[in-house]
């Protein structure tokens, strides 16, 4: 066990490392203290000894400084005087083995079997260890342990932080911790960036393609998995939530973007053949994009080019080529207009081709332009009743009748 004035197993991969020197770019490990502690591994792939030594496969470093690291910087070919950067890095590591394994530098295989908490049921027995949660309370979600077995009451428990042990119903309960915090989590990066804090960032993933002999069919920075095999389905109907990726953003100030991408050289060549792909038919059951927000809009375009500057498209802003019963279907409570196109600068509001028509009425009543005839033809179950040529003539087959009251 690690005592709490030592060196935790991350505070020990964060020694303090010199600064890369101007010819070199060596590091050198200098140990902030000893670690009271058998040798510590991670997964076979990095180690810390109880004597503060750290290696990993394909590397060693000792504590006492005898041994460094060679690094050769991600962005180097981005940094042409590399002389004014310095690293201090606590791992570095290149590859070793051949295609016969999944080779990594630091690996954490986790495996969570415990921390349920069960939702607080009046009338219901719990035993000694139970973690119950109760109803009310705190919208976070309060946690009980029972310490002492009994049945539940009759009203949840809202005891809170720092509460003593108290009866609900003949069971004993004990505050522990809140429901959102609950949880079992491999690996947690924590910033606090206050004071005279500079630029502070919570991670850095850098990824380069250089120049390759073989290049691989699938290179990607960062890849997320997510199997759901727990027998239930999480959606809107079963009230439970569960993805790839989440992410939470708040604070008593606006901040920029909640995703933000860009390119690093804004050139002819392009960064990336799109910006977001989706596919595969069965990727989503519903909707691949589902937007349930305030604000101005859902979606803009080009509405910031003072800021940004000019959005320019070469062919169209969107475009639809699936095959679908609608490109777009309008189903919602407008106050004022499906479509508004009254701030439009192009003279064109809608362009239509040959054949294709403007129905009204479940598409019983259509308008049609007939570039062979010259007309535009108005259809009613698909019968054409009135016709206007391109000269002007204007042929109908029932009465056209002036009155005051059309």
Not at 368 to 384: A, E, F, M, P, R
Request: hydrophobic residues 40%.
């Amino acid at each position: 066990m690690i005592r709490q004035s030592s060196l935790t197993i991350l505070s020990a991969l964060a020694l303090v490392m010199d600064l890369v020197s101007a010819q070199s770019r060596d590091l050198t490990l200098q140990q902030l203290g000893p670690i009271e502690a058998p040798s510590l591994s991670v997964n076979g792939a990095a180690s810390i000894q109880g004597n503060g030594n750290i290696s990993a496969r394909g590397l060693k470093s000792e504590a006492d400084g005898s041994a460094a690291f060679s690094v050769n910087p991600l962005w180097a070919h981005r940094i042409p005087d590399l002389h004014v950067m310095s690293y201090a890095n606590a791992i570095a590591y290149k590859t070793t083995r051949d295609g016969d394994s999944w080779e990594s530098a630091l690996g954490i295989d986790y495996v969570s079997e415990t921390g349920h908490n069960e939702p607080w049921v009046s009338g219901k027995a719990v035993r000694v260890g139970d973690n119950i949660l109760g109803v009310t309370g705190n919208p976070e979600g309060y946690v009980y342990r029972v310490v002492k077995a009994g049945v539940l009451g009759g009203a949840s428990p809202t005891a809170g932080p720092k509460s003593a042990p108290f009866m609900n119903g003949t069971a004993q309960l004990q505050w522990i911790n809140f429901d959102n915090l609950a949880a079992k989590i491999p690996f947690t990066n924590t910033v606090v960036v206050r004071g005279d804090a500079g630029k502070t960032w919570l991670n850095n993933f850098n990824y380069s393609m250089m120049p390759l002999s073989n290049p691989p069919k699938y290179a990607t920075n960062t890849e997320w998995n997510f199997y759901n095999g727990s027998g239930y389905h999480c959606d809107l109907f079963t009230g439970i939530s569960c993805g790839g990726l989440t992410v939470f953003q708040g604070g008593p100030y606006r901040s920029t973007s909640i995703i933000g991408m860009a390119t690093l050289a804004n050139t002819d060549t392009f960064a990336a053949e799109w910006g977001i792909t989706m596919k595969d038919r069965k990727l989503t059951r519903d909707a691949s994009i589902d937007i349930a927000t305030g604000g101005k809009m859902a979606l803009g375009t080009g509405r910031y080019a003072n800021v940004f500057g000019t959005t320019q498209y070469s062919e169209t802003v969107w475009r639809d080529e699936s095959a679908a019963p609608y490109a777009v279907s309008l189903g919602g409570s407008y106050t004022q207009a499906a479509i508004d196109l009254q701030s439009g600068k192009t003279p064109v509001a809608l362009a239509l081709a040959a054949g294709q028509r403007i129905c009204f009425f479940g598409n019983n009543n259509c308008f049609v332009k007939d570039n062979k005839q010259g007309k535009i033809l108005y259809q009613v179950n698909g019968t054409t009743v009135m016709s206007i040529a391109d000269d002007g003539t204007i042929r109908s087959k029932g009465a056209i009748i002036q009155n005051t009251t059309p």
